[in-house]
Each structure stands twice: as C-alpha cells, then as structure tokens.
C-alpha cells in the first residue's frame, strides 16, 4: 500500500538550513503529484512547495527564494531544502502525494490522497 514516510526535521537557528526527506512506498515518485505542507501549532495546514506529476513546481509565496523541492526517482524520495530559515519556518512539515496532475492546485490540501506522519521542524532566534 502506500506509504510516506518523513525525517530530517530538527531543531536549528534561525537563518540555518535542514532537508526534509519523504520516502515512499507503494507507488513510484514521477508518476504522482508530490507536495509538502506544514501545520503550526494552533494553525491550519498549508501548503509549502508542489512537485506535479507532469513537473511542474510551486512554493507559497513565504518561502519563495529558500525553499527548493526535488525527488530522486532511484531513491523513490522527495525532497525539501529548506534555507535561510524563520522563527515562522517552524511547524510540523507533511508531505503528500495524489494520483494525478495538480499543477497550480498542488498547495491545495484538500487534492491529496496520502500523507505522511510530519516531521517537526523548530527554529530558534
């Protein structure tokens, strides 16, 4: 069955840098719209980044400029460099997966199928 499974989170300062891992299983990476989101505490979920299944890539505008997201196809895992990073950054980061092209709908919550468990990311000023 599918399965997404994240690490890499951490504890870091702020303006310091963490990537974020999401291997999965059950489905290969290229063939499923890929994105990642966050939840800060009291917040609701929000889109990060989008890696559409026909490669197309999106970033909410707060992390525009700091936040890259890639998959290795051989390792069946996706990415999250994340940059220069925020007090705001922190939160428990998902990733995400849906069977189909997402394109500018990828930061939409509600489009996937499958998530992951989180990873906490917290940084410190």
């Known amino acids: 069955q599918v399965q997404l499974v994240e690490s890499g989170g951490g504890s870091v300062e702020a303006g310091g840098s963490l990537r974020l891992s999401c291997a999965a299983s059950g489905f290969t990476v290229g063939a499923f719209s890929m994105g990642w989101f966050r939840q800060a505490a009291g917040k609701e979920r929000e889109g990060v980044a989008v890696?559409?299944?026909?490669?197309?890539?999106g970033f909410a505008d707060s992390v525009k400029g700091r936040f890259t997201i890639s998959q290795d196809m051989a390792e069946n895992t996706l990415y999250l460099e994340m940059n220069s990073l925020k007090t705001e950054d922190t939160a428990m980061y998902y990733c995400?997966?849906?069977?189909?092209?997402?394109?500018?709908?990828?930061?939409?919550?509600?489009?996937?199928?499958?998530w992951g468990q989180g990873t906490q990311v917290t940084v410190s000023s």
């Open positions: 890696l559409d299944m026909n490669g197309y890539i």
């Open positions: 995400a997966a849906a069977p189909r092209p997402l394109l500018g709908w990828g930061l939409d919550r509600d489009k996937y199928d499958y």
